[in-house]
């Protein structure tokens, strides 16, 4: 059972805050990762991919691979109210020749002004 | 440009009803895919087309039928639908199914209530 953990939340933190948002997963074979955000009763929008292992950054948000330790996660800084919502956390896994994405539950964050 | 459109937005219908739920996207991709989701959980697969052709069917009901009429669209058909069918469906869309690398872009979703 592949599987994609993350705290449920909420998470809150002030404005201005950096955001910490964790993932862990199960499956070793994993080979991409990615950060969806979804606001209440919208669809999820991609907001980060990483596929090695180290940081990467995209104006206010970073993205951090440690496929050793199988977690990711996802730092916002200079957090904006407009930030709140829920975060999911996806993996690619490859099972008989096709990938797909398997989400863990989301981390809802609020972001107090 | 990552645009997936859907159409309708909103639907209620009827559990004798039968209607459908549009997918495009001009991004020259080739995987698409239906995902079902309920409030407060994540998105769950339905089915997968690649290349036009239906690769993955994650056991759904038949009351759910799917078609890919060209590589720009997709199509969900409903029929006979039980309440317990009323969610978020979302169409999604990637360079290629068989891609580790390639990333999934979600439309905006037809929120369906089955009454």
């Known amino acids: 059972q592949k599987e994609v953990e993350q705290n449920s939340g909420p998470l809150s933190v002030p404005e201005g805050a950096i955001a910490s948002l964790n993932c862990t997963y199960s499956?070793?074979?994993?080979?991409?990762f990615f950060w969806y955000r979804q606001y209440s009763g919208k669809s999820p929008e991609l907001i980060m991919s990483?596929?090695?292992?180290g940081d990467k950054e995209d104006g206010r948000f970073t993205a951090q691979l440690n496929k050793a330790s199988q977690y990711v996660s996802l730092l916002i800084r200079d957090s904006q109210p407009s930030d709140s919502a829920t975060y999911l956390c996806?993996?690619?896994?490859?099972?008989?020749?096709?990938?797909?994405?398997?989400f863990g539950k989301g981390t809802k964050l609020s972001v107090i002004p | 440009d990552t645009e997936v459109t859907q159409t309708p937005k909103h639907l209620v219908m009827g559990m004798t009803n039968k209607k459908s739920l549009k997918c495009e996207q001009h991004?020259?991709?080739?995987?698409m895919y239906w995902y079902k989701q309920k409030a407060k959980k994540p998105p769950e697969l339905m089915f997968v087309y690649s290349y036009e052709k239906l690769s993955i069917n994650e056991s759904v009901p038949s009351r759910f039928s799917p078609e890919c009429p060209n590589s720009s669209l997709l199509n969900l058909h409903l029929h006979a639908l039980q309440p317990e069918d009323s969610a978020l469906y979302l169409c999604a869309s990637s360079q290629d199914q068989g891609g580790a690398y390639y990333e999934q872009y979600f439309g905006p979703g037809t929120r369906l209530t089955v009454t």
């Open positions: 991004m020259g991709h080739r995987a």
């Open positions: 996806a993996v690619k896994n490859s099972g008989a020749g096709s990938y797909q994405l398997t």
């Open positions: 990483i596929y090695s292992n």
């Open positions: 499956d070793r074979g994993s080979q991409s």
